[in-house]
C-alpha cells in the first residue's frame, strides 16, 4: 500500500497562476485534510472533507478551493496564487475524524 | 479560543537521559489527544493517542501522560537515542472533531 500520495513534491508558481495539488489515499478513509506549515506557525488546517462529495473549511480556507469528487482523490486549487501561499502544504487521511492520521510527504510550494 | 502550546521550541539532551516534552491546552477540554514525530521533508507520523479517561500510555520506550486538571500532556522518551532527534507534535481536536496541532519541540539527542 501506497498510504497517501501527494502530487506534485515540488512547485514554483509566479503570483496570480494556478495550480492543483493532488491527494490520493489507498486505505478507503473517509476523511481526508489539506494543512499547511510554515515556520513558527505550525500545521495549519486549509480544508477538509468528510466524504466524498463534501467540503468543509479549516482554519485558514482564504484563497484556497478543494474537491472530493472520488473517494480517495481530495484536490487543493490555487485560483490565482499570492506570494503570502508560499509554504509547504500537507495533505492527511483517517478512517474516522478521532483516530490516527496519516500523512503525504508534502508538496513545496514557492510563489514568485 | 481553544489553544494548544509546546512550551519548548527546542530540546536538546544527552544519549541514554530520559527527553520530557510538555503540551499544555487552554479554552476547552479535549476528550483524547495524539503525538506525532516528525522529521525533517517528511509528513508527520502518528506515534500514541491517550484518552481522558487514561492516565498513563506506553509504547516501548515512549510514554505519555494525560493531566485533564492541569490541562496538560507529557511526552517521555526514555533511553534516548540520537535516531529520536525530530520535532514532536501534539495534537487534539477542536470542537468540530479535527486536530489541531501544537507548533511542535524539535529534540536535538547528543551521542
Known amino acids: 500500500n501506497a498510504g497517501v500520495t501527494q502530487t506534485p513534491k515540488f512547485r514554483v508558481l509566479k503570483t496570480g497562476q494556478s495550480m492543483t495539488l493532488l491527494c490520493a489515499q489507498d486505505?478507503?478513509?473517509?476523511?481526508m485534510y489539506w494543512y499547511r506549515q510554515d515556520p513558527g506557525m505550525g500545521l495549519r488546517l486549509i480544508h477538509y472533507?468528510?466524504?466524498?462529495?463534501?467540503?468543509a473549511k479549516g482554519e485558514v480556507p482564504d484563497g484556497y478551493n478543494v474537491s472530493r469528487l472520488k473517494k480517495q482523490n481530495f484536490l487543493l486549487g490555487l485560483e490565482s496564487a499570492a506570494p503570502s501561499q508560499t509554504s509547504v502544504y500537507f495533505c492527511?487521511?483517517?478512517?474516522?475524524?478521532?483516530?490516527?492520521?496519516?500523512f503525504g510527504q508534502g508538496t513545496r510550494l514557492t510563489v514568485v | 479560543s481553544q489553544k494548544i502550546e509546546q512550551n519548548s521550541e527546542a530540546l536538546n539532551i544527552q544519549e541514554g537521559k530520559t527527553a520530557t516534552l510538555t503540551c499544555n491546552y487552554t479554552?476547552?477540554?479535549?476528550?483524547?489527544l495524539q503525538w506525532y514525530r516528525q522529521d525533517p521533508g517528511r509528513g508527520p507520523v502518528f506515534l500514541l493517542l491517550?484518552?481522558?479517561?487514561?492516565k498513563e500510555k506506553r509504547k516501548e520506550r515512549l510514554k505519555v501522560t494525560f493531566d485533564t486538571t492541569l490541562k496538560q500532556s507529557l511526552f517521555h522518551i526514555t533511553a534516548s537515542q540520537p535516531a529520536d532527534s525530530a520535532t514532536y507534535l501534539c495534537?487534539?481536536?477542536?470542537?468540530?472533531?479535527?486536530?489541531?496541532f501544537g507548533k511542535g519541540t524539535k529534540l536535538s539527542v547528543k551521542p
Open positions: 472533507s468528510v466524504g466524498e462529495g463534501t467540503t
Open positions: 491517550i484518552r481522558e479517561n487514561e
Open positions: 479554552n476547552y477540554s479535549p476528550a483524547y
Open positions: 495534537a487534539p481536536p477542536r470542537s468540530q472533531g479535527n486536530l489541531i
Open positions: 486505505m478507503n478513509h473517509e476523511y
Open positions: 492527511a487521511s483517517t478512517i474516522l475524524m478521532n483516530t490516527e492520521a496519516f
